[in-house]
């Protein structure tokens, strides 16, 4: 806690002594219960260890495959939840800054334009059932359309082979 000023007058005793009342409870319950429990408690903050992914996998290993898939739809929850939270903060700011929002709030919509992008590069297509298998060939897919006709996005380039 911050070194109290002694009050200067009868009002600011009161204050500071109602404030206390309510404050030094709560600040006890936190030094002594909450602090010491958050280090010791698997639930608070629960951190999983990677697991190998599924290129890492044996085809017949289930448990190394299950892990790899509930490895992949957490990873899926955390990529969703930071693209909510760059959405909501060029929302924000569009509100904010309403009049000339398109130059001033740029940053952050690019940030959001580029991890909407990346999002949909991993998880785009996939519906609501696909896992890291599905993902893992579309990365696949993906690399083999960009070895052969350069970026997705750029156009054929010419690189296709034509039938006659």
Not at 50 to 68: F, K, S
């Amino acid at each position: 806690m911050p070194e109290e000023a002694t009050p200067r007058n009868i009002l600011e005793k009161f204050v500071l002594s109602v404030s206390n009342t309510l404050e030094r409870p709560v600040v006890w319950f936190r030094e002594t219960v909450v602090e010491p429990n958050q280090q010791h408690s698997v639930w608070y903050h629960q951190k999983f260890r990677r697991v190998p992914t599924i290129d890492e996998c044996y085809t017949d290993d289930a448990v190394c495959i299950a892990e790899a898939n509930l490895q992949f739809k957490r990873d899926k929850l955390v990529d969703s939840d930071i693209l909510s939270i760059l959405r909501e903060r060029y929302e924000d700011c569009a509100l904010y800054e309403a009049p000339d929002h398109l130059e001033k709030c740029r940053p952050l919509f690019d940030q959001y334009q580029e991890a909407t992008t990346n999002w949909f590069i991993k998880y785009g297509d996939l519906g609501g059932y696909g896992d890291a298998k599905a993902a893992y060939m579309k990365q696949k897919h993906r690399m083999i359309w960009e070895r052969r006709h350069g970026p997705v996005g750029s156009g054929m380039n010419g690189a296709a082979p034509t039938e006659n």
